[in-house]
């Protein structure tokens, strides 16, 4: 069982900057392949990047350029690095784990989901 918890969410101004952090519980995070999607108010969740346990990264599209994931294994914290934020970027932001090492991209191929955080980008 792994509990994920989100912080670093808030608001920021158009083109500024915001860090979200997500700690696992669990002694095997390394084995995880971890994720972060974010839904917005009347909108399905959707997809943002995905980690994979030796660190290779995969981005939507809409985020690519200016959102940065990574993963730190010894702190079992994966981040979301956001910059250039638009108010679009406007969301909840949860983070997934997946029992497996190969990231994917749907949110049905993940096991576990934190409670997410309200990231608001004003214009």
């Known amino acids: 069982q792994v509990q994920l918890v989100e912080s670093g969410g808030g608001l920021v101004q158009a083109g500024g900057s915001l860090r979200l952090s997500c700690a696992a519980s669990g002694r095997t995070f390394s084995n995880y392949a971890m994720a972060w999607f974010r839904q917005a108010p009347g909108k399905e969740r959707a997809f943002v990047a995905h980690i994979g346990w030796i660190g290779d990264t995969y981005y939507a599209d809409s985020v690519k350029g200016r959102f940065t994931i990574s993963r730190d294994n010894a702190k079992n914290t994966v981040y979301l690095q956001m910059n250039s934020l638009k108010p679009e970027d406007t969301a909840v932001y949860y983070c997934?784990?997946?029992?497996?090492?190969?990231?994917?991209?749907?949110?049905?191929?993940?096991?576990?989901w934190g409670q997410g955080t309200q990231v608001t980008v004003s214009s």
């Open positions: 997934a784990a997946r029992r497996t090492v190969v990231p994917g991209v749907l949110g049905s191929e993940y096991d576990y």
